[in-house]
Nanobody
Framework: QVQLVESGGGSVQAGGSLRLSCTAS????????MAWFRQGPGKEREGVAC????????SYADSVKGRFTVSQDTAKNMVYLQMVSLKPEDTAMYYC????????????????????WGRGTQVNVSS
């Protein structure tokens, strides 16, 4: 059974940084994807970043490019999301997701492509 657990959320001021972590159990990283999504108040869930273990490639939403970095440590079964230069509009619940073949219409940032989800960690950015 796949289990994903996020941690590292919190409250920061605009311009601050946070690093989110996602611990995965019961999941094989080989050729699989892991991704970060977020859902702000009254908003739809949106893809933030995804990582394909097959080639070590990444993809980011335009809104976070240059500010967020996704990385992994397979030895520890963890995926990270380093977030810098945070903005109030980054305030959301952040979720970790995993799937073997989540690409939808050429994108790995579509939440419909993922079967496995964590419960989320809250990020609040104040101005």
């Amino acid at each position: 059974q796949v289990q994903l657990v996020e941690s590292g959320g919190g409250s920061v001021q605009a311009g601050g940084s946070l690093r989110l972590s996602c611990t995965a159990s019961g999941y094989s990283y080989d050729r699989n994807y892991m991704a970060w999504f977020r859902q702000g108040p009254g908003k739809e869930r949106e893809g933030v970043a995804c990582f394909w273990f097959g080639l070590g490639s990444t993809s980011y939403a335009d809104s976070v490019k240059g500010r967020f970095t996704v990385s992994q440590d397979t030895a520890k079964n963890m995926v990270y999301l380093q977030m810098v230069s945070l903005k109030p509009e980054d305030t959301a619940m952040y979720y970790c997701a995993a799937d073997r073949s989540p690409v939808v219409a050429g994108s790995c940032l579509n939440p419909a492509g993922y079967d496995y989800w964590g419960r989320g960690t809250q990020v609040n950015v104040s101005s």
